[in-house]
C-alpha cells in the first residue's frame, strides 16, 4: 500500500511539474478522515488550481469502522473555493472515487444446493464513491503571512454504490493542513 501511494504522489508531481509554466509551489494535504466523524481515517492529497477559484484534487485515504468495516479510497474531485482577503476560506467540491470496504469479524460461510457448509475467502466489496464536499472552515495563511500553508474543515458527504443492490449513503469529518512546497521553475 504504501510503494502505491508513493508511485501515485510521484506520478502527480511529475505531471504537474511539467505541465504548469507559472506555478511555484506544490500544495500537499494531509488530514484527519472520521467516516461518521468519529471513525478514525486519513488522507493525503494534491490539489492543481485552474481558472481562478476552481481546483483539481486527487486524494488517497483510509478509514476503519470499528467492529464493521475497513476501507481504502482513491478520489478526484473539482473544487470550487472562495478566500476573503483576511485569509478565511470557504469551498464547495463534487468528486468520484473508488472505495474498496472489508468486513470486519470472524470468517464468512456459504451454504451450497447440497447443504453443505463451505468456508468462503472474502475479497471485499469494491464501490463506486460519489462525494459532496463543504468546507465553510478554511484558513489560508499565505494571505497575511509569509506562512505557507493552509487548513481546512470540511463535511464529506459520499455514497458506496452498489451496496446490497442498491447505495449506501455515507458522510465524514475531514479536518487537515495543506503545505505549499516550493518547486523549481526552469528559469532563470
Known sequence: MRKIIVLLMMAVIAGSVQGQENKKQLPINISYFGHSM??????????NTFLGPFNFTVSIGTYVHQRNHSAAFL????????????????EFGLGLGYLHTWQHGGPTYTVDDNGDIQKEMVIGRPSLMPSVKLGLLGWDFRKKTSIPLRTNVDVIAFGQYPYNNYSMPRFALKAGVTYYFDIPTGGN
Do not use: D, L
Not at 468519529?38 to 490539489?47: K, M, S, T
Open 75 to 90: 478520489n478526484a474531485g473539482i473544487n470550487w473555493r472562495h478566500t476573503f482577503p483576511i485569509g478565511y476560506s470557504m
Open 38 to 47: 468519529v471513525h478514525p481515517g486519513i488522507e493525503a492529497g494534491y490539489e
